[in-house]
């Protein structure tokens, strides 16, 4: 019915990064959203509606790749309550792994999550969140006043607030400051590998582009080329495995400045938490994790404690 009145309907979530690189999953989910919206033949009811996702692209890509890491110790029972460097290098085992040639993990790939809904004819809008905030803009004055048609003035929309909601906390180092740029190196190559196919389609668009690209020609001269995708989550999900920086990426550097390229890789940063006495290693987590459930189990117990108070409680205030 809103449709029918030329009115906008925002869907917004975050579940179908989750999955959406496997091609027959998303098929399925853009499938699900276009049977929920009226159609008429080939168009929309109601003049001038466009069915359109919007992606949001967050710099510097390490920064997006630790919030993510960090929402994942509180609601993923992988990584729950393992805000620490095991629990770091698992997450990227898990989010960068590949299955039968496919990435099904796209939450810190959003130029590819664009560049798979473009193959199944979706315009996409991404939205620089960097870029906007040099602009002086928050990224839902973006979405209201330049998608949704919100009407606004310099921009804001009415409840823009005074400053940008871009996050800009600390950044807590899970691993070596040497894994960590690698990390960061790798992201910026795999969307340097999406630009000229994204640029040249025509149902794509980009606000505000801010650092997104800038990198690219840097990144190609230091690996001689530019990475794909795929090698790019094989690369993070090998760091994650080994807890340590792959030799197969240690050889792709020397390849190209020979012995001067063995200086970026300092041989502490190959020394992690896995190449410890192992005993001494098992005895932390098995000590990490008892202390973990205990807390668990005394919260628990303190709720059922006042639940079972509450009838106790109230007859005491009103004896009062």
Not at 138 to 161: M, R
Not at 196 to 205: I, V
Not at 251 to 262: E, F, I, V
Request: with cysteine; aromatic share 10%.
């Amino acid at each position: 019915d809103q449709m029918s009145k030329n009115r906008n309907i925002v869907f917004g979530t975050e579940y179908f990064t989750g999955q959406f690189g496997i091609r027959k999953t998303r098929e399925k989910y853009v499938d699900g959203l276009r049977s929920l919206l009226p159609w008429d033949g080939d168009a929309f009811v109601g003049d001038g509606n466009e069915f359109r996702c919007v992606v949001s692209f967050r710099t510097p890509r390490l920064r997006s790749l630790l919030s993510l890491f960090r929402h994942a110790t509180f609601s993923d029972p992988f990584v729950k309550n393992r805000r620490n460097s095991d629990g770091f290098f698992d997450y990227l085992t898990k989010i960068f792994q590949t299955r039968n040639g496919e990435q099904p993990n796209i939450s810190c790939n959003p130029l590819g999550y664009a560049s798979q809904l473009l193959e199944l004819d979706v315009p996409v809008t991404v939205i620089d969140m960097g870029g906007a905030d040099t602009d002086g803009l928050d990224i839902s004055d973006v979405a209201f006043c330049e998608l949704v048609g919100t009407p606004c003035i310099d921009g804001k929309h009415a409840n823009s607030p005074q400053k940008s909601q871009l996050n800009k906390s600390k950044v807590k180092l899970y691993a070596s400051e040497t894994i960590l740029e690698v990390v960061e190196d790798l992201l910026v190559t795999m969307d340097c590998s999406y630009r000229e196919a994204l640029e040249n389609d025509p149902q794509f668009q980009l606000l505000h582009e801010g650092s997104m690209f800038l990198r690219c020609e840097e990144m190609n001269q230091k690996h001689g080329r530019a990475l794909t995708p795929s090698e790019v989550y094989s690369y993070i999900e090998e760091i994650g495995k080994l807890r340590r920086l792959p030799q197969s990426y240690s050889q792709l550097l020397s390849s190209r400045a020979g012995d001067k390229n063995k200086e970026i890789i300092p041989q502490s940063d190959s020394i992690t938490i896995s190449n410890r006495d192992s005993s001494t290693h098992d005895k932390f987590k098995t000590y990490y994790n008892y202390m973990e459930d205990l807390r668990l189990n005394f919260l628990i117990f303190v709720c059922a404690l006042m639940f079972m108070l509450r009838p106790f409680v109230r007859k005491r205030l009103r004896q009062k």
